[in-house]
């Protein structure tokens, strides 16, 4: 059979009209942004939200958690370029930025630790700490930790790392052995306060409380969504697309209850818990101007620095110029 013209045309107008009625191959999937996560961890929370609510689609990305076992496994991965984002804190991408890395971060959450006594305690203040057994999250060189030594110092006279017994320890055995009753105080992190809190717990002071103190304008986040400069600069509009994304996610969980129910099995908690890490999550979510919270970082930075000494921020003298995702900045 010989081709005619009209036969070509014929095939080629039956071609196009099949192509239309299909999805289109060749159409650019959706960029991925591979964010790791611990399994149980608060950042797991807005991001299962995120994807439940295909946030992430309607920015124009496809977010996928890693789920990792601890955190010096999501460090070595994001260091490796194995995943894109995790959550850490300033200091430490200040400290990798002194050092020649190019990790910045997108501020995640203003949410601290804080030392916690029982409602009852005889412990009214930070001098009744002397000669108490305090359980401290974190280690020695925990940001909290360091920023509450600063203000008792400061205002008391006191060093905590020697008025009492201080005893590091993973944060879910120092909360258990805190609701046995074998510590005095425990400063930990914001989540296992929050539990302990509804628990019959109450806060002495919180480290939000000894940065407001030591120079800080308003609240800081202590951690951020933590990426590497140069993937940020090749994939623009993808970040951007995530930083709105995480917001609306947080915008969803600052208004409704009714997510947070939804959320209980992950959280881990029902009831007065779940009320109460529903709260305080809800009080460190960042409002201010991402200006002023890197304005107030640099100031921490010299406290923390004249605590902690170079084992904390090596030998750079101030926070790195860049910690701070300039992109937000403009």
Known sequence: MTLTRRHALQLAALGAATLAGMPTRQAAAAPKIRVGVLKFGTVSWELDTLKHHSLDAANGIDVEAVSFAGEDATNVAMLAGDIDMIVSDWLWVSRLRSEGNDLTLAPYSTAVGAIMVRQDSPIQAIPDLAGKKLGVAGGP???SWLLIQALAKRDHGIDLASAGEVAYGAPPLLAEKAMQGELDAVLNFWHFCARLEANGFRRLVGANDAALSLGASGPVSALGYVFHEKWAAENLEAVRGFVKASAGAKALL????????RLAPLVRAEGKELEKLRDRYR???????????????????????????????????EMAPGTYWTDLLK
């Open 283 to 317: 009080e460190g979510i960042p409002t201010r101007p991402i200006a002023e919270e890197a304005a107030d970082a640099a100031k921490l930075y010299y406290v923390l620095a004249e605590v902690g000494g170079e084992k904390l921020v090596g030998k750079a003298t």
């Open 141 to 143: 060189l925990d940001k």
């Open 254 to 261: 600052a208004k409704s209850d009714a997510e947070w129910l």
